[in-house]
């Protein structure tokens, strides 16, 4: 063992493989899986008794490297309660009603630029944040960088948490893992995180797997979003789609973009969308007041200071799109374009035809949790 690793430290990243669980690793590794949460990664470090320790106040660091503490005050109160010079890797997460809201998460977020603290405990206890810790990177103020995975999955089971920490479950079973999968998204988890068992942790770098569902949906183009660099004559070009779906009633919700094209593919969709443009004062479904509609450009957590403003096209073209997994009644990440259908009609793109996850009750994967 060393040192116990001061912050920050960059966490261990995942590189993706195939929507299938695997038998083993790329390299014939031997695998250990875990679920992959949907949350806020982050390292926590508890200070050890040591006057002469680098750590001397808890640390929630984000994946960037951000002291988040203050914003989860409820996370370094009960943290208190671990023994010190731990440090855990894990993801700070919002359970409710038996599954993970991170729209919820990313409210906890937001009030930091607000005067005074009020905001912040307020939401603290309105929606109170848990760890789920899936890695022990240092105990007793001993570090564990250099330990094997499947040690320090040895010494995570032995340390004694209690909520608002909890311990996410482990398997070599390949068989185990692929029911999580299956299963475990209906809780809101997103695939599956595959490690391992001999490699030691690798901060920043791409040394463990996720396994991530792969599915396509038909969506109308409503709008796009200008690129930073405009085109070659200084004029907008094409940066992110907006996608919509109509819903029972026929209304069309914004549910996602679809972005990363090359230049000359912004070039090209600037080009046809030009042909869709919408004349002054002609309806367009995101311009109405018609409050039930989801549209674009509300601001959020991710967004902020950034221009919402969007360019309205006709919602005549269809588009295939290749998403994960849904949050709610939108995608949850960024789509991306496979290619266009003119053999589809908008009005086809609707809800129903999206695969539904199996429901799942969080406290089934995680005994209390939500």
């Known amino acids: 063992m060393s040192r116990m690793p001061a912050p920050p430290v960059a966490p261990m990243l995942a590189r993706p493989l195939a929507a299938k669980v695997p038998q083993q690793g790329p390299k014939g590794q031997e695998l250990a899986f875990e679920p992959k949460w949907d949350g806020f990664r ?49 993801e700070l997460v919002i359970a409710k009603a038996g599954r993970l809201w991170f729209e919820r998460l990313g409210e906890r977020i937001r009030p930091r630029s607000e005067a005074g603290g009020w905001k912040i405990n307020e939401l603290a206890e309105q929606y109170p944040a848990s760890f789920v810790a899936f890695d022990l990177l240092a105990t007793a103020g001993e570090g564990m960088l250099a330990t094997p995975y499947q040690q320090r999955r040895q010494a995570l089971e032995r340390l004694t948490l209690t909520a608002p920490f909890y311990r996410s479950p482990a398997t070599s079973d390949p068989k185990l893992a692929t ?51 405009p085109g070659p004559a200084g004029q907008p070009v094409v940066g992110s789609l907006l996608l919509g779906l109509y819903d029972d009633s026929g209304l069309l919700h914004h549910v996602g973009v679809a972005s990363s094209f090359s230049v000359a593919k912004r070039l090209e969709l600037t080009e046809l969308f030009g042909t869709h443009s919408i004349a002054e004062g002609e309806y367009h479904p995101w311009l109405s007041g018609d409050d039930d509609v989801r549209r674009p450009g509300g601001p959020s957590r991710w967004s902020a200071g950034k221009d919402l403003s969007f360019i ?3 919602p005549e073209l269809v588009a295939e799109v290749g998403y994960d997994h849904m949050e709610g009644v939108r995608f949850r990440h960024t789509t991306k374009l ?19 996850p199996v429901g799942y009750q969080l406290d089934q994967i995680v005994p209390g949790l939500g």
Do not use: M
């Not at 209906?186 to 030691?200: R, S």
């Open 338 to 356: 496979l290619r266009f259908r003119p053999d589809r009609t908008p009005a086809s793109c609707r809800y129903d035809q999206l695969e539904q």
């Open 312 to 314: 309205p096209v006709r």
């Open 42 to 90: 982050c390292l926590l470090f508890v200070p050890p008794n040591d006057p002469l320790a680098e750590v001397d106040e808890v640390w929630v660091q984000s994946r960037s490297g951000e002291n988040l503490s203050y914003c989860f005050p409820e996370i370094v109160r009960a943290a208190d309660y671990l023994p010190p010079g731990t440090v855990l890797d894990g």
């Open 179 to 229: 029911q999580w999968f299956t299963e475990f998204e209906g809780a809101g988890l997103d695939g599956v995180i595959a490690k391992p068992v001999d490699d030691p942790y690798s901060p920043g770098k791409r040394a463990v797997f996720k396994i991530k569902h792969a599915r396509t949906a038909d969506v109308v183009v409503a709008g796009w979003r200008p690129h930073k660099q």
